[in-house]
């Protein structure tokens, strides 16, 4: 559904170049849950924004069901680690805006928007404004602003990066649950391994900077609802972190 | 495929870069442009005589009336450096009696409880007063000498040192704190240690708005009460209808002012030389 | 009765408990008895503390310089505010304009940045000149004093959006327009803000200025008057309704502030 073909993406400035992203070639398959998983400024969250369309690849195309795409597109929506809510606005007034920049009327959007927020478990939140809101809760309004407005692809970079453990394995189980109640194609950035065997249908591990793909690991084996102490699980996790080379800075 | 991927990187770069220089020297020229056209239109519009000589003069007259300002007493009995000496030290004065008595009491202000509690109140009565309207009681009490109106510029600066070094110090991280005190600081210590160096930033950000506002000051206090200064100086191109005199007079403000915070901004980079560059 | 006790007070002695509650008080005793002992000394005419007082009082009642108080101060209340409304009528989409359009910021920043230096009051004789000891030249130097910090701070709030803000609207479809109104511009309220409360405060200096250079009514004009006419009280009491006064307007602010933006944390 979405094919990425030989994509590279290097900054380029007066102080010296950054090599962000050497060279990846994916394939996305539908409503699959899709983690890319790699270490810290490793240039996934460069690779997700090229999709997003925030950011122009040095070379390479993006091809979405088979038409090439470029800049931001009203079938890709994006979850951000910094959930990036509108401080102004309410809960309702922020997950509308993907409708509400489109055109769509107040009362139909309104009703969708209410859909999602009840989907995402702030039902009776909708008036609220974000500085009222736990960080978790506001990341569920950036999930839910993602959902309404009906995208094909949802991008998720990091989301639950800034949360606390024990809202991270909670929004985890949220995150799933969510997305078999409306299955969308997800592709879901994260540097914790646990995270990305948890969740991913595949899991597509990145080496470090300039980025590559080291290697696709297919996790349709693992049934859901997934134990994260059951032998399976452990084997691949370490297969994983084996395959893990960091060198410390 | 490296091959391949070296040359897009290549034409890439050439291709950004000058991308961006173009925008660069794009809005740039536009700033050019535009200065040198009002120049332009200014000088013509006196030189032709679209304006009357009597509410404009032109940029060429003006910068003559400065060069000339400098040697010649016409029409108001001093010349220009006199003047710029005159008003530059009522400023500096002002504002460094204002900085060696206002940085102390806002950082005791800040630290201390109980110096906050006694001096607040009266400083919260004095602090809405402008500090023009003190130039009656300021000239009933010492005339209108130097002393008097380097007063006046203190009551201004005064309050925003006060102001912005209590913000400062009351700003300091609560973690150093804590960290002296596990290492056996006394109150005193940790406040000369930790206290005063965290609120250097904005104990300097004060001093910038106060030196600003200590122009603006000088000007208006020299208008009112006094016999020399670039104020004063303004204020007779008015009585003498010299045009030139006047803009030549708002020029030289100007420029003062501007090297006043900078110099301000100078002491700041050398004394915070820890700070990152923004 | 249940006394509750100041967690402030709780380390320290009587001595300290002393000085806490009495030592305000004392400073400002000391501050008013030193005003008294120098009208007293008669060497100069300075008033006593209780002269000024008490012509605080009476002067609310019967004309100064040809009109009631009350007349004086509105007329002063009111040069500030048409100068602050034009500014921001005019200055906060200006401001918003330069930080907003890179072509409107290479043609306009150059100017401002070029005129920024120059004391507000500097203005005073030139705009005399060009238009005569009228109202309209006084309000107009106050607009020079107001306009400035709105137009810079209105800039300084857009070009300070934080990038994702701008990110997610690019994402979901927002527009040029939506961009502007529906997020750079609540962006940007506290720095709009901000602007307008120091063009205040900078305003009421301004005013002071032009009233006590050029007018016949106003509480800066009665702050001279007071001057001239050896009548130091005058002076005194225009003293403290300039602070009150200006107090209050930025109590005002602050309210219409929170009014206005119900989203901000307490």
């Known amino acids: 559904m979405l094919e990425v073909d030989h994509v590279a993406k290097t900054f380029f400035s007066d102080k010296g170049d950054t090599d962000a992203i050497e060279d990846i070639s994916i394939d996305v398959r539908e409503n699959e849950f899709l983690v890319l998983l790699g270490p810290g400024q490793c240039g996934k969250s460069t690779f997700l924004n090229i999709i ?3 950011v122009k690849p040095t070379s390479g195309t993006i091809k979405l069901d088979g038409r090439a795409i470029s800049g931001t597109d009203q079938r890709i929506a994006m979850v951000f680690q910094k959930t990036g809510v509108y401080e102004w606005k309410t809960a309702m007034e922020n997950v509308e805006i993907g409708l509400k920049y489109r055109g769509v009327a107040k009362k139909e959007r309104r009703e969708i928007a209410q859909k999602y927020l009840d989907l995402v478990g702030l039902h009776g939140f909708e008036n609220a404004y974000p500085h009222a809101l736990s960080g978790g809760m506001k990341q569920r309004v950036g999930i839910a602003r993602a959902y309404t407005a009906n995208p094909e692809i949802l991008l998720m970079d990091e989301p639950f990066g800034a949360l606390d453990a024990q809202t991270r394995y909670a929004m985890e189980e949220e995150i799933l649950r969510i997305w078999e109640a409306e299955k969308r194609t997800i592709i879901f950035v994260t540097n914790n391994i646990e995270e990305a065997v948890t969740l991913g249908d595949r899991v597509i591990q990145f080496t470090e900077r300039p980025a590559k793909v080291k290697k696709v690991y297919d996790l349709s084996s693992l049934e859901r609802p997934r134990s994260q102490v059951s032998p399976e699980f452990l084997r691949i996790r370490q297969e994983i972190a084996a395959n893990e080379e960091l060198t410390l800075e | 495929m490296e091959m391949d991927y070296e040359k897009i990187r290549a034409e890439a770069r050439t291709a950004e870069i000058k991308a ?3 925008q660069k020297i794009k809005y740039l020229s536009i700033s050019v442009i535009v200065i040198l056209a009002v120049l332009l239109v200014w000088q013509l519009a006196v030189q032709f005589e679209l304006v009357s000589t009597r509410f404009f003069d032109s940029p060429i007259a003006v910068i003559q009336r400065i060069i000339e300002k400098i040697s010649s007493k016409k029409p108001d009995g001093g010349l220009l450096h006199q003047h710029i000496w005159a008003s530059a030290k009522v400023v500096w004065f002002g504002f460094l009696l204002a900085a060696v008595i206002g940085i102390p009491l806002g950082l005791f202000m800040g630290w201390y409880h109980l ?5 607040r109140p009266l400083f919260e009565i004095i602090r809405p007063i402008p500090s023009l309207a003190w130039i009656p009681i300021v000239i009933l009490l010492l005339g209108i000498g130097v002393e008097a109106r380097s007063v006046i510029i203190f009551t201004g600066c005064f309050v925003a040192t006060v102001l912005n070094t209590y913000t400062g110090i009351r700003s300091t991280n609560q973690t150093l704190i804590n960290v002296a005190k596990t290492c056996g600081a006394s109150n005193f210590q940790t406040f000369v240690k930790i206290g005063i160096p965290s609120a250097m930033p904005m104990i300097f950000a004060g001093l910038k708005t106060s030196m600003g506002s200590a122009w603006g000051t000088i ?3 020299e208008m009112l009460a006094s016999s020399n200064g670039l104020g004063y100086m303004i204020q007779m191109g008015r009585s003498f209808g010299e045009v030139s005199l006047i803009m030549a007079g708002i020029i030289v403000i100007g420029i003062l002012g501007f090297i006043s915070s900078g110099l301000v901004s100078l002491v700041e980079s050398v004394v915070l030389k820890w700070r990152p560059k923004k | 009765m249940k006394l509750k006790t100041n967690p402030l007070l709780e380390d320290h002695g009587p001595v300290y408990k002393f000085f806490y509650y009495a030592g305000p008080v ?6 008013l008895l030193l005003w008294n002992s120098v009208s007293a000394a008669g060497k100069v005419m300075l008033p006593s503390p209780l002269e000024a007082l008490e012509r605080m009082i009476t002067i609310w009642s019967g004309n100064v310089a040809k009109h009631p108080m009350i007349y004086h101060v509105g007329i002063s209340m009111r040069r500030v505010l048409t100068a602050l409304v034009f500014s921001v009528v005019v200055g906060v989409p200006f401001g918003i304009a330069m930080g907003w359009n890179k072509t409107f910021r290479a043609v306009f920043k150059p100017l401002f940045e070029v005129i920024r230096p120059v004391p507000p009051i500097a203005w005073v004789p030139l705009f005399t000149l060009w238009f005569g000891t009228n109202e309209f030249s006084r309000v107009a130097i106050i607009t020079m004093g107001v306009f400035m910090p709105i137009v810079i701070n209105s800039y300084s709030g857009v070009i300070m959006v934080p990038e994702i803000n701008f990110q997610v609207g690019k994402v979901f479809g927002a527009k040029s327009t939506d961009m502007l109104f529906d997020v750079v511009l609540p962006s940007s ?4 803000f901000a602007g307008i409360r120091t063009a205040l405060g900078g305003g009421w200096m301004v005013l002071l200025a032009s009233e006590m250079l050029g007018a016949r009514e106003g509480i800066g004009f009665l702050i001279m008057q007071g001057s001239s006419a ?7 009491v225009g ?14 602010f602050d309210f219409l502030e929170r009014w206005l933006c119900p989203w901000k944390r307490k």
């Open chain 1, 52 to 54: 997003a369309g925030l």
């Open chain 2, 20 to 22: 961006i220089q173009k």
């Open chain 2, 115 to 119: 110096c906050d509690r006694i001096i």
């Open chain 2, 219 to 221: 000007v208006a206090a």
């Open chain 3, 26 to 31: 004392m400073l400002i005793a000391a501050f």
């Open chain 3, 189 to 192: 309220l506290n720095a709009i």
């Open chain 3, 230 to 236: 050896n009548d130091l009280t005058l002076s005194i």
């Open chain 3, 239 to 252: 003293m403290v309704m300039i602070g009150f006064f200006g107090a209050l307007f930025a109590y005002g």
